[in-house]
């Protein structure tokens, strides 16, 4: 378990979500299925692999993540989201729905519009 900071809610959230990595983990087993260590190292923002290792591991402590070994090779691990980490999908929305309507220019909406049709939040 973690020892927060502080007895302040948005505090302790960061304190477990407030990282540049654990919503990019979060939206690649979500949205593009990814469920083992190797196609969670491939993400386009580039996580190095002892980051990977102990977001995943933080993440699964926490109770946001479960990692079962795999029935068909037993090297391989796969992460998949709990119950109390659907519960900040609506978060992750959120931040993308901010994201989309500030950060992006009218020249790159063409280019957004074909990610997120590849996007699939549960």
């Not at 977001?55 to 795999?70: P, Q, W």
């Not at 391989?76 to 729905?97: A, C, R, S």
Request: aromatic share 8%; net charge positive.
């Amino acid at each position: 378990m973690i020892t927060f900071r502080s007895n302040c809610p948005l505090a302790r959230s960061l304190d477990i979500l407030g990282d540049k990595w654990t919503l990019l983990i979060l939206r690649d087993i979500s949205a593009f299925g990814k469920t083992t260590f190797k196609e969670l190292s491939q993400m386009k923002e580039k996580i190095a692999t002892n980051t990977l290792s102990d977001r995943l591991e933080k993440l699964t402590s926490e109770g946001m993540l479960t990692k079962t070994r795999s029935s068909r090779n037993k090297l391989v691990f796969h992460y998949n989201i709990t119950e109390k980490g659907l519960e900040l999908l609506p978060v992750v929305q959120d931040f993308i729905n901010w994201s989309m309507k500030y950060l992006y220019e009218e020249n790159e909406m063409e280019d957004l519009q074909k990610l997120m049709a590849t996007v699939k939040i549960n």
